[in-house]
């Protein structure tokens, strides 16, 4: 089974942070990777495909790099609804998620 | 615009089965994988497992043993079953619609309690 670790599993930004979540597959996955968001009490949005592209209509500032088996998911100018839980996914063997991070307003 | 609607008991009894249906509306159920997803309150994402019609299932192996995913193409559903409850499997269960890995529209999920 492929494990998905992320870090940190929490952070505080402020309002045009750029803010930087990374994630990490216990095997390499080549670019099977996507970003989800999860406002609170909301089911999650795909926000970033096959590991660095943008599903449409999710707005620029956020962006995802890596292949392999190191990711890193970038929000340029963190908003105030930018306040989430960002997951990781693995498709390269099934799916994994990984444990989350979470994003809150300094 | 494609719709998703979890459906079925909110409250399991451990040791019986959880089943849960999922009505897709404004689109057919033909193309793209069926995927079911939950959530224990507090805590993370789990896959459970999905299906693409005409196709078998592809299942978490951590739950294989337990579930089962078919499609109805005539009702334009989905359904999940798994058996033998445990209230470690008290969750929100979500059901999406996805391309191969990738859930992109999911059902505003519903909560399932299992108690006595």
């Known amino acids: 089974d492929i494990q998905m670790t992320q870090s940190p599993s929490s952070l505080s930004a402020s309002v045009g942070d750029r803010v930087t979540i990374t994630c990490q597959a216990s095997?390499?996955?080549?670019?099977?990777l996507n970003w989800y968001q999860q406002r609170p009490g909301k089911a999650p949005k795909l926000l970033v495909y096959d590991a660095s592209s943008l599903q449409t209509g999710v707005p620029s500032r956020f962006s995802g790099r890596g292949s392999g088996t190191d990711f890193t998911f970038t929000i340029d100018s963190l908003r105030p609804e930018d306040v989430a839980i960002y997951y990781c996914q693995q498709y390269h063997d099934l799916l994994t998620f990984g444990p989350g991070t979470r994003v809150d307003l300094k | 615009q494609l719709h998703l609607q979890e459906s079925g008991p909110r409250l399991v009894k451990p040791s019986e089965t959880l089943s849960l249906t999922c009505t897709v509306s404004?689109?057919?159920?033909?193309?793209?994988?069926w995927t079911w997803l939950r959530q224990p309150p507090g805590e993370g994402l789990e896959w459970i497992g999905y299906?693409?019609?005409?196709?078998?299932?592809n299942y978490n192996p951590s739950l294989k043993s337990r579930v089962t995913i078919s499609v109805d193409m005539s009702k334009n559903q989905f359904s999940l079953n798994l058996i033998s409850v445990t209230p470690a499997d008290t969750a929100v269960y979500y059901c999406a619609r996805g391309e191969y890995g990738s859930a992109i529209d999911w059902g505003q999920g519903t909560l399932v309690t299992v108690s006595p």
């Open positions: 095997q390499d996955i080549s670019n099977n």
């Open positions: 404004g689109g057919s159920i033909n193309d793209y994988y």
């Open positions: 299906i693409f019609p005409s196709t078998d299932a």
